[in-house]
């Protein structure tokens, strides 16, 4: 399965429970993805820092059995071993179970793309696990080119908003004040240079808001 039969989501953690089967470096980074989410690792071994991590430690063997004892309940199980066979019988279990899987050697229905967080938005690149490496270089790519003027540019149109909204009064007029705003250069040219203020009235005389 690739990413063209995915749905590229944003998932709120909420009460859920991610269940990292493998306590090594590979758990480790795919903990990361999770910030949030109740984390429980079942491994025979786990590295202090992913120990520390989780939520929930269990330290056994992982067999069937231990498998289905503990994706009970589970958000999404993943397959984070070193062992591909031991990670394709995690997955397939998980599965079988109608319970979400990613696996560290692929085939699951859940993708963990390379993620960029910035101050106010987040950027995502994933290609379905067909070139592992491409993803974290587009990121580091799009990271220098998303200098600070785009949370600048964030933190405006956040302020803007209440305004707009009371003094426009049709969401078309406010959705083509809004893309006339970001389209223009001059706005961009100021939060670049740090003239918020600038960039601020300039953004109100554009739509009538003062």
Do not use: C
């Given at each position: 399965?690739?990413?063209?039969?995915?749905?590229?989501?944003?998932?709120?953690?909420?009460?859920?429970?991610?269940?990292?089967?493998?306590?090594?470096?590979?758990?480790?980074?795919?903990?990361?993805?999770?910030?949030?989410f109740r984390i429980?690792?079942?491994?025979?071994?786990?590295?202090?820092?992913?120990?520390?991590?989780?939520?929930?430690?269990?330290?056994?063997?992982?067999?069937?059995?231990?498998?289905?004892?503990?994706?009970?309940?589970?958000?999404?199980?993943?397959?984070?071993?070193?062992?591909?066979?031991?990670?394709?019988?995690?997955?397939?279990?998980?599965?079988?179970?109608?319970?979400?899987?990613?696996s560290?050697?692929?085939?699951?229905?859940?993708?963990?793309?390379?993620?960029?967080?910035?101050?106010?938005?987040?950027?995502?690149?994933?290609?379905?696990?067909?070139?592992?490496?491409?993803?974290?270089?587009?990121?580091?790519?799009?990271?220098?080119?998303?200098?600070?003027?785009?949370?600048?540019?964030?933190?405006?149109?956040?302020?803007l908003?209440?305004?707009?909204?009371e003094?426009?009064?049709?969401?078309?007029?406010?959705?083509?004040?809004?893309?006339?705003?970001?389209?223009?250069?001059?706005?961009?040219n100021?939060?670049?240079?740090?003239?918020?203020?600038e960039?601020?009235?300039?953004?109100?005389?554009?739509?009538?808001?003062?």
């Open positions: 399965m690739t990413d063209r039969n995915m749905a590229p989501i944003f998932v709120s953690p909420g009460d859920r429970q991610i269940v990292v089967f493998g306590g090594g470096k590979v758990a480790l980074r795919k903990i990361g993805h999770f910030k949030g429980k690792v079942v491994s025979k071994e786990v590295l202090p820092e992913v120990r520390d991590a989780a939520d929930e430690v269990i330290i056994t063997d992982i067999s069937e059995n231990s498998i289905k004892e503990n994706i009970e309940g589970a958000f999404i199980a993943v397959a984070a071993t070193s062992d591909k066979a031991i990670n394709a019988m995690i997955r397939d279990t998980a599965m079988a179970e109608g319970i979400m899987a990613n560290a050697h692929g085939g699951g229905d859940v993708l963990i793309p390379s993620v960029l967080n910035k101050r106010n938005f987040t950027v995502t690149v994933s290609t379905g696990g067909t070139v592992p490496a491409f993803p974290p270089y587009v990121v580091r790519k799009i990271d220098g080119l998303l200098d600070d003027s785009y949370d600048l540019m964030m933190d405006m149109l956040i302020e908003r209440p305004v707009i909204k003094k426009v009064k049709t969401q078309p007029e406010r959705a083509k004040l809004l893309a006339d705003i970001l389209d223009n250069q001059s706005i961009w100021m939060l670049s240079s740090g003239k918020t203020e960039a601020i009235k300039e953004a109100k005389r554009m739509g009538d808001l003062e």
